[in-house]
């Protein structure tokens, strides 16, 4: 009886993470989408729009929401820079239903310039029910 019970009981809670996973997996996919059409700015909407949030690269830290999109426009100035970016989302962790990481590789097809890609960890936190990067560490 107590195993039905806590059964009954968890529903719920992996219910709801089923959807976080899905709203994630979804966030990225319109990123993808964005990034592909050339729209940066667009693609910066899933981004915390706060001098809290954080990406880590290559060249160090870049702080705050301005910043992060001026590094995006002056790392790729053109569709050509740009290229076709690809997303494979390897790990969603949801905790406590209000921030999650995710961890992926990332893939921009460039046939003049050469193709790049690598890994990243984002942090994830909901905000006003919206899923926004808070951390991005990308290499």
Do not use: C
Not at 88 to 101: F, S
Request: net charge neutral; aromatic share 12%.
């Amino acid at each position: 009886m107590k195993l039905i019970a806590f059964i009954l009981l968890s529903l719920p809670i992996f219910a709801q993470s089923n959807k976080d996973d899905s709203d994630i997996h979804s966030v990225l996919h319109t990123q993808e989408k964005l990034w592909n059409e050339g729209k940066i700015e667009d693609f910066m909407e899933y981004y915390a729009k706060t001098e809290d949030l954080k990406f880590i690269g290559k060249s160090g830290v870049t702080q705050g929401w301005a910043a992060t999109l001026k590094r995006y426009q002056t790392s790729y100035p053109n569709r050509e820079t740009m290229g076709t970016l690809s997303f494979d989302i390897q790990e969603v962790d949801v905790t406590a239903g209000q921030t999650a990481w995710v961890l992926g590789r990332w893939n921009l097809k460039r046939p003049s310039l050469g193709d790049v890609g690598g890994y990243f960890t984002l942090l994830l936190k909901k905000i006003d029910g919206r899923w926004l990067v808070v951390r991005d560490h990308t290499s």
